[in-house]
Nanobody
Framework: QVQLVESGGGLVQPGGSLRLSCAAS????????MAWYRQVPGKQRESVAT???????NYADSVKGRFTISRDNAKKTVYLQMNSLKPEDTAVYYC?????????WGQGTQVTVSS
């Protein structure tokens, strides 16, 4: 049974930084593409950043230059470094990890950017 455990969310002031982590357990297979999504109430979940097994990254236009996705394959963990945070980054952030042909979701972690 694959489980994803997220950590690192919280309350931060505008301009501040947070680092999210998502660790996968329960599988001996190194994950393929790993990603972060976010969702605010009443809106669809949107992709924030993705990283392939080989390290290719892709970002939503709204976070380019501010967020950095990275991964540690040995730890089966994906990270999201978020800098220069804005109030509009407030959302529940979810990790998404693909292992073979199945995509798994984390439980979500709240990020609130407010003064």
């Amino acid at each position: 049974q694959v489980q994803l455990v997220e950590s690192g969310g919280g309350l931060v002031q505008p301009g501040g930084s947070l680092r999210l982590s998502c660790a996968a357990s329960g599988s001996l297979v190194t994950p393929g593409t790993m990603a972060w999504y976010r969702q605010v109430p009443g809106k669809q979940r949107e992709s924030v950043a993705t990283i392939t097994f080989g390290g290719q990254t892709n970002y939503a236009d709204s976070v380019k230059g501010r967020f950095t996705i990275s991964r540690d394959n040995a730890k089966k963990t994906v990270y999201l470094q978020m800098n220069s945070l804005k109030p509009e980054d407030t959302a529940v952030y979810y990790c998404n990890v693909r292992i073979i042909s199945t995509a798994y979701w984390g439980q979500g972690t709240q990020v609130t950017v407010s003064s």
